[in-house]
């Protein structure tokens, strides 16, 4: 049972640049949620997809944006890098419950560097 | 203020001591409550939930007051394995958005 994947795992751009990353949940997870985590920093909350929706919304700009596929993939898009972009991204995948809240797994992360 | 607070640390313990970890949330709306590990250059992995009962795994045990907005962890008979990055984690409503607070730093040593 493969575990949430994320690609790549390390990445190297440019200010001013545009940047794709992926991410495959859990196999039985609906939900996706992305998080930006900065160096010595816990991770902060961007946003969730849900039947192809973003559903939550975290304090990002427009900048970052985001996709779900039929399949319950996802990506993370963010235009116009900025050196404070640098950061690890994360993914973690959920059950979408109506009550009550599921455990979020975590992939590896892409490590993102801006130059 | 941050939503999570957490003393960064590093706390430094040898093998076999007790060690205790506190955070504080501002939400009093919160709904879940967790403990994440982190390993360096790792992802967040979920080392347990926390209830106002309070509950136990093993060598850890965490508790909640929710009167206080206050999370704790205990570790006991540190290993050297457990030397990480301890996040404590709040859900603030159903849709599942977890606030993070910046991690505290346990490096147990032999």
């Known amino acids: 049972d493969a575990g949430v994947t994320q690609s790549p795992t390390h990445l190297i751009k440019t200010r001013g640049q545009q940047v794709t990353l992926r991410c495959s949940p859990k196999s039985g997870h609906d939900t996706v949620s992305w998080y930006q985590q900065a160096l010595g920093q816990g991770p902060q909350f961007i946003f969730q997809?849900?039947?192809?929706?973003?559903?939550q919304r975290g304090n990002f700009p427009d900048r970052f944006s985001g996709h779900q596929f039929p399949n319950y993939s996802s990506e993370l898009n963010v235009n116009a890098l900025l050196l404070g972009d640098s950061a690890l991204y994360l993914c973690?995948?959920?059950?979408?419950?109506?009550?009550?809240?599921?455990?979020?797994?975590f992939g590896p992360g892409t490590r993102l560097t801006v130059l | 203020r941050k939503e999570v607070e957490q003393d960064p640390g590093p706390f430094n313990v040898p093998e076999g001591a007790t060690v205790a970890f506190n955070c504080t949330y501002s939400n009093s709306a919160s709904q879940s409550f967790f403990w994440y590990r982190q390993d360096c250059r790792k992802e967040p992995k979920l080392l347990m939930s926390?209830?106002?009962s309070g509950n136990e795994d093993g060598r850890f045990t965490a508790q909640l007051n929710r009167a206080s907005q206050y999370i704790s962890l205990l570790i006991r008979d540190s290993k050297l394995s457990d030397s990480a990055t301890y996040l404590c984690?709040?859900?603030?409503?159903?849709?599942?958005?977890?606030?993070f607070g910046g991690g505290t730093r346990l490096m147990v040593k032999p």
């Open positions: 984690v709040v859900n603030n409503n159903a849709g599942n958005m977890l606030t």
């Open positions: 926390v209830y106002s």
């Open positions: 997809y849900y039947e192809e929706e973003e559903r």
């Open positions: 973690a995948s959920s059950l979408h419950r109506t009550l009550g809240t599921d455990t979020q797994y």
